[in-house]
């Protein structure tokens, strides 16, 4: 019902010679003769007319007909009437399998997935390797799965930007991608030039801004020269800007012309005057749809030339200054049977178009190309939402981001297409955390270096506060490590999650001092023996841990009694408690030269930290748990107290071991 429907179902058009003169009694002659010269829309007018007058007992004609119809509604793009025309061709026994072929992949575009498989079967009995119909059954298949479990794109149709009239082939323009171009059928001149092969006014170029907020303006029609009484449409950009490719479609009375492109040049902020590309130089070949690469190296564009792989095929062509290289075809990884249109070059190795040849959801689907260092081609259905079963092609990106705007026809009972934006969302990942000592103070200035199999290597500084962020990937491995001067490192290593989602991860370090002793949480004996419980497996294994990160340090192991007993046997209770967890160490892989074990017993009481200080409320920072001062203490707390003393503490010695 567009241009888009001219170039992407027939391409080749012969020219609109001046048309027949109307015919005050509709004859088959005249519809066989409008839709021989492309005047699809009269013609499937007049085929209607004869259908109705055309006696059921005429079955061979009937059928005739009725398939006649249903392709002038096929072509231009009214779904409805040409379903049910290809259904009175199949009831009427048409002669030529094709029909059932139709009928699929018509109930296929209307989403009628069990009739399109019922046709697309009945057709392979005829025809048992058509690749069309092969695509068409694993499309229809696809598609129920695909609308049960969408992609996360966000689909929104732009009704700022559309109109009672048709909208498609929007291309994004500037810098900032602060502009949008695209082609419409709307017109406010009540005379203007409707088409007989469409039945709609002539497509030509709407410019839509942002204004200082960002926000769309509503279109406005360009005055411009590059728009003309014809059609125009499927604009692309030049990487400096200054030069549009796009779709051109006259009508000519005094010879056949087909579409072609054209180029315009932009001078004082305005379009000039199109001329036709010199990429062929006959006449009949089709050309259409044109997508300047990034780089500015390359023209793509859609043909019916000689020596396709069917129906309409992707073509680039180098450009050299203003002159345009051979035809080269993209080859049957991209091209199929069918029609392949609408190309959007991304980036090198990067093409987006729409096709009716590969498994999709219906009518044109959106596809993603990806090309390898070897050439080869991988191509991907963008599924729904942003296909459905309806025609979805032109679509275009804001550089970058996962964000722009594409053309559908989904949802519109004339079929006329309008213009929708989508836009992934962005999924971000982040690690935060504290960095303090093993106090829990915050360690200002400390460093958290993290590095990826992803090629992350950052390093953060803690604030004041001790905190830190940063920003990570999905589905990658991390190994972190927090550092800070006068203490030992700290080692993490983290996994994130392959799910598409926000997520915050929160990893907190304590880091040991070095100059001063620190008690191992968790360590728990056997009553007045040195035999370690099960229960201080953990916080042994991660003292493992601490010592495998910081291979250049050496420990004393110190075990520390109450009051309670002798000096003597305290002293040697403790000593042989100390040996047990160096005992444990050296199973788990620390060399023994690397440990001293130091039995204290009760000679060297707790002195109370600040963090202690604030956690017991009857001790103050700087008191020492002797037994003098414990005896100060009420029963209750010189429980407290004694449990404070019974403790296992570690000391760095040294920090150069096997340095030298």
């Keep these: 019902m567009t241009l888009r429907t001219i170039i992407s179902y027939i391409l080749l058009l012969t020219a609109l010679a001046g048309g027949l003169a109307s015919c005050k009694t509709a004859k088959l002659s005249d519809a066989e003769e409008k839709q021989r010269i492309g005047e699809y829309f009269e013609a499937a007018a007049i085929y209607r007319k004869v259908y109705a007058k055309t006696k059921p007992v005429k079955r061979d004609l009937r059928g005739y007909i009725a398939f006649r119809m249903a392709e002038c509604n096929r072509l231009i793009n009214n779904t409805p009437r040409a379903t049910s025309a290809y259904l009175n061709a199949l009831r009427y026994e048409y002669p030529d399998s094709i029909v059932y072929l139709r009928a699929a992949q018509m109930a296929h575009k209307s989403g009628k997935y069990t009739d399109a498989l019922k046709y697309y079967d009945e057709y392979l009995n005829y025809k048992p390797d058509d690749q069309l119909a092969i695509s068409g059954i694993k499309g229809a298949e696809l598609a129920s799965e695909w609308k049960k479990d969408p992609t996360k794109y966000i689909v929104r149709r732009m009704d700022k930007f559309n109109s009672r009239r048709s909208e498609f082939s929007p291309m994004l323009y500037g810098d900032k991608y602060d502009q949008l171009y695209f082609a419409s059928s709307r017109s406010k001149d009540k005379e203007a030039k409707t088409s007989a092969i469409t039945g709609l006014n002539n497509n030509n170029f709407f410019l839509v801004k942002q204004n200082e907020k960002g926000e769309w303006t509503a279109p406005e029609e360009l005055e411009d020269a590059v728009n003309t009484e014809f059609d125009e449409g499927t604009p692309s950009f030049s990487p400096d800007g200054n030069t549009m490719y796009y779709t051109y479609c006259a009508q000519d009375p005094e010879g056949n012309r087909t579409s072609e492109i054209y180029v315009s040049s932009r001078s004082s902020a305005s379009w000039g005057k199109g001329t036709r590309a010199s990429i062929v130089k006959d006449s009949v070949t089709a050309l259409g749809h044109p997508a300047a690469s990034p780089d500015g190296k390359y023209l793509y564009y859609v043909s019916d030339a000689i020596g396709g792989y069917g129906g309409k095929d992707i073509f680039r062509s180098r450009l ?170 700290q080692f993490f290593e983290l996994k994130t999650d392959p799910e598409e989602k926000s997520e915050t991860y929160f990893v907190d370090f304590f880091l040991s001092p070095i100059s001063k002793p620190v008690v191992i949480e968790n360590i728990f004996y056997d009553f007045d023996k040195a035999t370690l419980r099960p229960e201080s497996k953990q916080a042994l294994d991660e003292m493992i841990k601490m010592l495998n990160d910081n291979p250049n340090v050496t420990i004393e192991l110190g075990a520390h009694t109450d009051r309670k007993g002798t000096e003597e046997y305290n002293e040697r209770l403790a000593q042989r408690r100390a040996q047990s967890v160096v005992d444990y160490l050296i199973a788990g892989g620390i060399a023994a030269d690397r440990l001293e074990a130091k039995g204290y017993g009760e000679s060297v009481p707790k002195t109370i930290n600040k963090k202690m200080a604030k956690e017991i409320d009857f001790l103050k920072e700087e008191d020492v748990l002797t037994e003098e001062f414990i005896l100060t203490l009420t029963p209750e707390q010189q429980e407290i107290a004694d449990q404070i003393n019974r403790r296992t503490e570690f000391k760095v010695l040294r920090t150069n071991y096997n340095l030298f």
């Design 320 to 489: 050299i200054g203003n002159d345009f290289g051979p035809m080269e075809n993209l080859g049957p990884e991209i091209n199929t049977p069918g029609d392949e249109l609408f190309p959007y070059v991304r980036d090198s190795v990067t093409l987006y178009f729409a096709s009716n040849g590969h498994p999709g959801m219906g009518g044109l689907d959106l596809f993603k190309a990806t090309q390898d260092s070897t050439g080869k081609w991988t191509v991907e259905n963008m599924k729904a939402p942003v296909n459905s079963m309806a025609d979805d092609f032109g679509i275009t990106f804001e550089g970058k981001k996962e964000k722009g705007f594409f053309s559908s026809n989904r949802n519109d009972a004339r079929g006329s297409d309008h213009i929708y934006s989508f836009e992934y969302p962005t999924f971000i990942v982040y690690i935060e955390g504290l960095v303090y000592d093993v106090d829990e103070y915050p360690i200002e200035d400390a460093t958290v270096r993290i590095v990826g199999k992803d090629g992350l290597n950052e390093k953060a500084i803690a604030k004041k506060d001790g905190s830190y962020k940063i920003e990570l990937e999905r589905d990658i491995k991390y190994v972190m490590m927090a550092s800070a001067r006068g203490y030992l490192n």
